[in-house]
């Protein structure tokens, strides 16, 4: 794939653009949290509209350097800032080839938790490790082959929470009990009954993510690592044939994977995707003909619901991403249309500013789950809500099958309207920032 066709080779951007990113994009996207957010400080960039600043300051860049991809120089390493959807591209296909998904950055983080993941391995460990996760999580397909007990674990724990609300004479749906429910339902898929109400576990893991916030400016918090993997892997060794453990159990690259590592991953990623889905039920509940088109699609069997579902949660990621930032290292020089590219250059993909552009995108700031035909996954495109290339999130499909399965079972029989609807106005530009944790939702039985 070829990089922009556009003015050649590398700008070198000055110290006042350092200055610029780091103050509009840098600053806000790390203050609330990059591997386990900070709920204030995500309030308070909603409140504050603070994260479109990123988005202007790389449209700034763009017209300063006529699309080039920026070079900077920071603290002794280079970053190559992007600016164009080829460039994009271009970085993301040839990772592995060119460039690594395990930077520096990224691989210290992660090591507080998950030191062996895939996506921060490297050569045949890295390749042995991504066959398994594809194996395991039915990388590419729509529906994945466990999906009827993943079905039961959604309604058995959904259905619960809504007969309970009813119970309790309260249509309030807050982010505390969709959570709550939300983690019991990965917990099952992903390792099992046993694993329902094991709420600890889940706890160790946030305090490591936490911990991983800091990256290597934190000793890290070996013990407790320790203590996490061992609760962990008891449930791994007495895998629930009907969730991923038992199907991980069953592949022949089990023994070299390190199953483990790559579980941690998994519970890790889920959280953003219940992020994501509760901001896909406020985006229904801010357009509500489009809810009135899910509801009676829903009444004539959850399939033909599904497709438009999922579109609403990768709108939901492309409005506001959960991974905003995807980086890459430069592998060896790299001829940068006729500039050298240096080695360990650390690329950073801004995903607000390509999804979000609204100098080029029309539907920028507006709902439009048109852009993502039949609910599917877009490559090749701007648009990166699972990164892209080798470097894909090998549980895209998993993780929109298990959101539109929970948003069915939450509107088969209830619509939901947004508590504080002058949060998501559909006739203004939606925010650049929603904070799921403050969003609430009544639930009225249809």
Not at 374 to 402: K, Y
Request: glycine share 6%; hydrophobic share 40%.
């Amino acid at each position: 794939m070829a990089i922009s066709e556009g003015k050649r080779g590398l700008a070198h951007g000055s110290v006042t653009d350092l200055l610029a990113l780091v103050t509009d994009m840098a600053l806000p996207t790390l203050s609330k949290g990059v591997l386990r957010r900070r709920p204030r400080v995500v309030g308070l960039l909603e409140n504050t509209g603070t994260e479109a600043r990123g988005i202007r300051r790389l449209q700034a860049l763009r017209q300063k350097y006529a699309g080039q991809a920026v070079l900077l120089s920071a603290f002794g390493r280079k970053h190559l800032i992007l600016t164009d959807p080829a460039q994009v591209q271009y970085v993301l296909q040839q990772t592995p080839a060119l460039f690594q998904s395990s930077s520096d950055e990224k691989t210290s983080a992660l090591a507080h938790f998950e030191p062996g993941v895939s996506l921060v391995s490297d050569g045949t460990e890295r390749q042995t490790r991504r066959n398994f996760n594809a194996e395991v999580l039915d990388e590419g397909c729509p529906m994945h082959s466990l999906s009827g007990p993943f079905r039961q674990v959604v309604r058995h724990e959904f259905g619960g929470l809504l007969s309970a609300l009813q119970r309790g004479d309260d249509t309030h749906l807050s982010w505390e009990h969709f959570e709550a429910a939300w983690n019991r339902v990965i917990r099952c898929i992903l390792l099992g009954t046993p694993a329902r109400d094991d709420d600890a576990l889940t706890a160790m893991l946030n305090k490591l993510r936490e911990t991983g916030n800091w990256a290597f400016l934190h000793p890290g918090r070996k013990r407790l690592r320790r203590k996490f993997h061992d609760a962990l892997q008891t449930h791994l060794d007495h895998a629930d044939p009907s969730s991923l453990a038992g199907l991980a159990a069953q592949s022949p690259a089990q023994s070299k994977a390190r199953p483990s590592d790559q579980f941690t991953h998994y519970m890790f990623a889920f959280d953003p995707g219940g992020m994501a889905t509760f901001r896909a039920l406020a985006l229904l509940a801010a357009h509500p003909e489009t809810l009135q088109v899910v509801r009676a699609r829903l009444a004539s069997g959850e399939d033909h619901a599904d497709p438009l579902l999922r579109a609403t949660l990768l709108e939901s990621l492309r409005l506001w991403s959960t991974t905003p930032v995807i980086l890459r290292q430069a592998r060896i020089d790299i001829d940068w249309r006729g500039d050298t590219l240096p080695a360990k250059t650390q690329v950073v993909i801004y995903a607000p500013f390509f999804h979000r552009d609204d100098e080029t995108l029309t539907e920028a700031h507006s709902f439009a789950p048109g852009l993502w035909p039949e609910g599917r996954v877009l490559r090749d495109t701007r648009f990166v809500p699972f990164s892209d290339g080798d470097g894909i999130c090998p549980a895209r499909d998993l993780v929109l099958m298990t959101g539109a399965m929970v948003l069915a079972e939450l509107l088969g029989t209830h619509t939901a309207a947004l508590q504080d609807p002058k949060r998501l106005d559909a006739s203004r530009p939606l925010p650049p920032t929603l904070d799921n944790y403050t969003l609430a939702f009544h639930l009225t039985a249809a």
